[in-house]
């Protein structure tokens, strides 16, 4: 008994010697020169073989491995347990970055692998255990490669590209890209903006799928509305989510096929290429860039040459003017509608712009809407923005605009029948063009796939495609049209208005 007394007293007291001694070393500091004198012992047990990675090559080219090494051991969390390391300010306000110093040395982990690196002025010194390198050595380059590139997207700053004439320093200029606009602040409905974003991510992530199709990793959409619908703010939004670069095309000051080729060739991958409103300069016939060219340049031959991983945004007031040629699948692979402002999108406006998600005059509003009235995002954005301080005031104030202007082109035919002397007549015209406005809005921002295109590079459509009325609302409506024009033809100004109408 009394041994097993003195073996348990003696192992109690071991436990607390070891227990103090950490403490002891922990509190002093005295783990980590521990720490280092056991890693001397280990290495007189250990075979190591060293690969040095020089800053630049034996042409004095700068080595870009170098500098994804640098990137990838910069943000290794073992920099902060270095004896020590240098600070410097970063891009951003009150950033401090930690930067490696001369001669230091940092230890990785890698599959179970201890792997250290050691900075020596122009090089960078990897030392591993030649028992590991076989295993290890390949998966752990291309481990560095892609944490680098990630890390290099995330910090990239964006910038926006616009082509010169002055070809002295190169055919672009740039600025920064700091637009705000994101998916989220998008006036869109929530599924048609999640179908978007799903068709990005897929993008972003097929580079192999389109190699095995042998075709060029890019991806095109046609955006197409009236003015003030969004569509710029779009194009920023898209450039956000991806973080791309945006080079913005002014084809007014590209003078021929040719120095489209040469814009493209000094454009970069990871680049939103922008072409606003191409249905209103093919419809100018312009005399220096041919329609071939241009389709040369939706079909991808020119970008294939140039780099991959493109997105290309085009714009358009409306397309039913432009040649089928150009929005055939292959040139253009999505297809979507911004139309004039709905009650869905006027919700979305009011809580971007005055925190609303519900409102009194919300019913008011959406009863306009179903009238026919609307406004475009933009002129509904403005007003308020102008009324930010008092949100009664900004929704009264869209209300007003909303029975006063309307929508311009339908809010002047309208004020042009009740002008012509059909006052009942107009009043139910008025009324069947609220019923169809109401029914078509349903389905204004639906997303389609074209019958038997199921393979995400095939062309769809997202924007209003068919309508489809029952037939009690087809009924009525022919009802109200035959109604409407009895009474216009009764009247002498009802008859010369419904010429006018037909022509």
Not at 282 to 294: A, F, R, V
């Amino acid at each position: 008994m009394t041994i097993l007394f003195n073996l348990f007293l003696l192992l109690f007291v071991t436990f607390i010697v070891l227990f103090l001694f950490r403490v002891v070393l922990i509190k002093t500091g005295l783990i980590y020169v521990v720490k280092k004198k056991w890693r001397l012992v280990e290495d007189c047990f250990h075979v190591y073989q060293f690969f040095k990675v020089p800053r630049f090559s034996e042409s004095m080219q700068r080595n870009k491995l170098h500098h994804k090494v640098w990137v990838y051991l910069n943000s290794l969390t073992s920099v902060e347990d270095s004896d020590f390391t240098n600070l410097f300010t970063g891009k951003k306000p009150n950033e401090i970055v930690l930067g490696l110093d001369p001669n230091q040395i940092i230890e990785d982990d890698f599959l179970g692998a201890k792997i250290f690196w050691i900075n020596e002025d122009d090089n960078l010194v990897l030392k591993i255990r030649k028992a590991d390198k076989r295993r290890i050595l390949r998966p752990y380059l291309q481990h560095i490669h892609s944490v680098s590139d990630d890390l290099e997207d995330q910090k990239r700053d964006l910038k926006l590209y616009m082509n010169v004439v002055d070809s002295q320093k190169g055919r672009w200029r740039s600025v920064p890209f700091t637009h705000p606009s994101t998916l989220e602040t998008m006036a869109m409905e929530s599924d048609l903006k999640n179908k978007v974003k799903s068709d990005l991510e897929n993008f972003l992530k097929a580079k192999q799928y389109y190699q095995r199709l042998g075709r060029v990793w890019k991806r095109s959409y046609l955006l197409y509305g009236p003015s003030g619908t969004g569509k710029s703010s779009f194009i920023a939004a898209l450039a956000n989510f991806l973080s791309y670069d945006v080079y913005d095309i002014d084809l007014s000051k590209v003078s021929d096929d040719s120095d489209l080729k040469l814009l493209l060739l000094q454009s970069t991958a990871k680049s939103v290429i922008v072409i606003e409103d191409l249905d209103r300069y093919l419809s100018e016939k312009p005399t220096g860039m041919s329609l071939s060219g241009i389709l040369n340049f939706m079909d991808g031959i020119l970008t294939s040459s140039c780099g991959e991983e493109r997105v290309m945004v085009i714009t358009m007031n409306g397309k039913d003017q432009v040649e089928q040629s150009i929005l055939r699948p292959g040139r253009i692979d999505v297809h979507i509608h911004f139309p004039l402002c709905d009650f869905t999108a006027f919700k979305t406006l009011a809580n971007n712009y005055l925190g609303l998600k519900d409102h009194k005059l919300f019913p008011q509003v959406e009863e306009i809407f179903q009238k026919g009235s609307s406004l475009s995002p933009a002129e509904i954005g403005e007003l308020m923005m102008a009324n930010r301080s008092s949100p009664s005031r900004a929704l009264k104030s869209v209300i007003n605009a909303l029975q006063t202007e309307g929508d311009g082109r339908v809010g002047r035919s309208r004020k042009s029948l009740d002008e012509g002397g059909g006052g009942h007549a107009a009043k139910e015209f008025k009324k069947l063009y609220g019923l169809l406005r109401v029914k078509s809005s349903r389905k204004s921002q639906s997303f389609d796939l074209n019958d038997g295109q199921k393979e995400e590079l095939d062309c769809v459509e997202f924007g209003a495609k068919d309508l489809v009325w029952d037939e009690a609302v087809v009924s009525r409506g022919l009802k109200l049209v035959q109604f409407a024009l009895c009474a216009l033809v009764s009247s002498v100004s009802g008859r010369l208005l419904l010429l006018s109408l037909c022509f």
